[in-house]
């Protein structure tokens, strides 16, 4: 049996070691067009209950990734200046490239060929196809998949910075242009991730639209002055973007699949994209467990068991991403308590009653408010 995975990220890396690990007599490469060391952005983030997939499914890749991250058993909103913190809703962090070191190291160690500067014009043949190469995929190319992207009009841009956060923060504060808000977290014992995001108009008063790299990241230190302490925001290749939301009508044809972003892109701000590329991972392996090197059946497992938890989290994370592309006017509507209740109930998920068992201390002060009723 020959796989080939396209994309050497998180999802491609883990189903590799995992297939593996469960065929070791398997042909197993992965293709990836950057070079070895490279990678996009800074941390990445997953929620308390995220990591609870893997520790089941894979138990020593769970420990030894705990062990590597930051934790915190809480989220903060601040507006105005107010901090308010929602407990229970704890996060674990971690590098991005650090992630992929580590899963390219373990993936070299079970014998899976790994190959850098690979930019392929088509996928190669092989008995399996793993499309893990992301937004831009090349096996999503193959006619069949019926992809569909909306792109959110909402502006952000990726920064790191090496001032220390307590824990994942949203901090939303306004400049004389319009309202910014900025995602940011630690990851490493010394470094943070640090999104800001802008609606369009405010964007372009801004002059953002017209600015480098330096200019820009001057003017979000400006805005975030409160926030960063002094310190500067680091870039790695850092362009202000547009969000897509992908979705493929098609997951699999003839004996290629979609894993990972390749599949679907989630929103960053429900802190999912890395958990489901994981999952998604898990579950390819986990099919090909039950249907051996019948590759249709194992394809169409992983679609059957998949597609409704993905289209049920698609559905949350659009609307936590619609969410923000209102957030001036809810700035504008609501103080610190209100708006971060609003936040935490924005995607239809999250009920008062199950926000009252997660976190009581926080819900204490929006009963004691009348927010919820």
């Known amino acids: 049996m020959h796989a080939a995975v396209l994309g050497a990220g998180p999802a491609g890396l883990l189903f590799a070691l995992l ?77 991005r490239l650090q992630l992929i070191q580590f899963l390219q190291r373990l993936c070299e160690g079970q014998g899976v060929q790994i190959r850098f500067g690979a930019r392929l014009e088509s996928p190669p043949q092989a008995d399996l196809v793993v499309g893990a190469d992301g937004l831009n995929s090349t096996v999503r190319q193959r006619s069949g998949f019926a992809p569909r992207v909306e792109w959110l009009s909402n502006r952000f841009v990726w920064y790191g910075t090496v001032q220390r956060f307590d824990c994942l923060t949203l901090t939303f504060r306004e400049s004389e242009h319009g309202a910014f808000v900025a995602h940011h977290y630690r990851y490493a014992p010394a470094m943070s991730t640090f999104i800001v995001e802008c609606d369009e108009p405010t964007w372009r008063r801004a002059g953002l639209d017209r600015m480098d790299d330096v200019g820009s990241r001057a003017y979000c230190e400006r805005v975030f002055a409160p926030d960063l ?16 939301l992908l979705q493929n009508a098609v997951w699999r044809v003839d004996n290629a699949v979609l894993i990972g972003d390749a599949l679907r892109s989630m929103h960053f701000s429900i802190g999912s994209g890395t958990r489901l590329a994981f999952e998604d991972a898990i579950a390819l392996d986990r099919a090909f467990g039950e249907a051996g090197e019948e590759v249709p059946a194992a394809l169409a497992a992983f679609e059957r068991g998949r597609r409704p938890v993905v289209e049920k989290l698609f559905a949350a994370a659009s609307a936590s ?49 009348g927010l919820s009723t």
Request: net charge neutral; hydrophobic share 45%.
């Open 229 to 244: 302490g002094g310190q500067a925001l680091v870039s790695n290749k850092s362009h202000w973007r547009q969000f897509p």
């Open 19 to 95: 297939a593996k690990r469960r065929h070791p007599h398997w042909r197993i490469e992965v293709f990836e067009q950057n070079p070895a060391g490279a990678t996009f952005g800074f941390g990445v983030v997953f929620s308390q209950g995220a990591l609870a997939f893997l520790e089941r499914d894979a138990p020593d890749l769970h420990a030894q990734l705990a062990a590597r991250m930051e934790s915190w058993p809480m989220q903060r909103i601040v507006h105005r200046g107010e901090a308010v913190d929602v407990d229970g809703n704890g996060f674990s962090a971690i590098g």
């Open 321 to 369: 991403s619609y969410w923000y592309e209102e957030f001036p006017a809810r700035m504008a509507r609501f103080d610190a308590l209100a708006l971060a209740y609003d936040y935490m109930t924005r995607s239809g998920r999250m009920s008062p009653e199950r926000l009252r068992a997660q976190a009581p201390a926080f819900m204490q002060q929006v009963d004691a408010a």
